[in-house]
Nanobody, 121 residues
């Protein structure tokens, strides 16, 4: 079955940058929409960014628009999230996953362990 391994999180000060990676195995990402989610303590998981097959289109939550960039390398079965101008409210555990295109709905039920992002003011 699908396995997802997220990495690249860490602790940064507000205004800093991080680049997250998600390596997918047991599944070929090339024909799938992929996305990044995050979950802060006490809050529900929310969609952050998603990208279409081949990377032709991307969509961002309003809270990250203009600061985050999603990209993909299907030869490596990997999805990235470049996060710039980080804010304390970006603090959360970040996850990736495949999606039904143009939605935040997962195609598969599997989640990785996530990667923690902590932004201090």
């Amino acid at each position: 079955h699908m396995q997802l391994v997220e990495s690249g999180g860490g602790s940064v000060q507000a205004g800093g940058s991080l680049r997250l990676s998600c390596v997918v195995s047991g599944y070929t990402t090339g024909s799938s929409c992929m996305g990044w989610f995050r979950q802060a303590p006490g809050k529900e998981r929310e969609g952050v960014a998603r990208i279409s097959p081949i990377g032709t289109t991307s969509y961002y939550a309003d809270s990250v628009k203009g600061r985050f960039t999603i990209s993909r390398d299907d030869a490596k079965n990997t999805v990235y999230l470049q996060m710039n101008s980080l804010r304390p409210e970006d603090t959360a555990k970040y996850y990736c996953g495949d999606l039904f295109c143009a939605t935040w709905t997962r195609e598969n039920e599997y989640w990785g362990q996530g990667t923690q992002v902590t932004v201090s003011s």
